[in-house]
């Protein structure tokens, strides 16, 4: 009886000490390093032992032997993300958010499928929105506000119909509002904040059903205000103030019985919604800026 508890005990022991040893592949693992030393690990504010197994790494999920989740948010990472990051092809979440990444987005995220949430907000990235968003059927979050991002927002970002948040805010895109976003049925949240998007606004937004946040303020748009709000029940913030639209009147009737922030350049407008001029420093697209900052 002793024998055969011995024997079950070191099959558990062993068994146990193979899981927490799971090894993930060499080229996920090369990944992983190689971002570490493109964003000089050495550095972190938690760093990595690279002699350890990759599952006691800060920030690295690893489910069934494969890199699933970084959450490197707020890390003291500095320099730029590593091409071989479409290594990690099983990535559901990269969060490198508020830190100071340079450099360029590499074309190589388009090559994450199962990618669900791409957090790069608060860095210092420059050039263009470079992803192919046909690729990312799985995205459901995409923030990038206060970076150096230019260029259009390109069309295929309406591939992406999974998307349920969108920040771009405090870039400088330019360019049209993307026709494409009206495809965007699962949209939450979008906010486009202070960038130099210009032109009448063409999306039909009467189909972004589900839309609760919408920021477009302080931008270039022209024309009409669109008049595809009035359908939307569950908007609570509309920011629209800071553009060029000589006419609101597609918006005076909306229908949105959960509307608490409303905030256009028509002080006649704001009044019917019962809702006094909103002090820039004190919006909520404002306040986006710095979501998550201790």
Request: glycine share 6%; charged share 20%.
């Amino acid at each position: 009886m002793k024998s055969t508890l011995l024997y079950f005990f070191v099959i558990s022991l062993l068994f146990s000490f193979s899981v927490s040893h799971a090894q993930i592949s060499k080229s996920e693992k090369k990944a992983l390093v190689d971002l570490y030393n493109s964003t000089n690990g050495s550095m972190w504010s938690n760093s990595w032992d690279l002699e350890s197994s990759p599952n006691q790494w800060h920030g690295v999920s690893i489910e069934n032997n494969h890199v699933v989740g970084i959450n490197l948010h707020q890390n003291n990472l500095q320099g730029t993300i590593s091409s071989s990051i479409a290594d990690l092809k099983y990535l559901e979440e990269l969060n490198l958010a508020f830190n100071k990444i340079t450099g360029e987005l590499p074309l190589e995220l388009s090559q994450l499928r199962q990618l669900k949430v791409l957090k790069l907000e608060m860095n210092r990235l420059k050039g263009e929105l470079s992803i192919h968003f046909e690729d990312l059927q799985n995205l459901e979050e995409l923030t990038m506000f206060n970076n150096m991002l230019e260029g259009e927002i390109p069309l295929t970002i309406g591939l992406a119909k999974n998307l349920k948040i969108v920040n771009l805010s405090s870039n400088f895109f330019g360019g049209n509002l993307p026709k494409t976003f009206e495809n965007l049925t699962n949209l939450v949240s979008l906010e486009l904040f202070g960038n130099k998007l210009e032109g009448a606004i063409e999306a039909d937004l009467s189909k972004l059903t589900n839309l609760s946040q919408l920021v477009l303020a302080y931008n270039y748009f022209n024309g009409s205000f669109p008049d595809g709000l009035r359908e939307l029940k569950r908007l609570e913030f509309v920011q629209i103030q800071g553009n060029q639209f000589n006419s609101y009147r597609g918006i005076e009737q909306l229908n949105s019985e959960r509307l608490v922030t409303f905030d256009s350049d028509d002080s006649l407008l704001n009044r019917k919604y019962k809702l006094a001029k909103i002090k820039i420093n004190d919006t909520r697209m404002a306040d986006t800026k710095f979501e998550g900052e201790n």
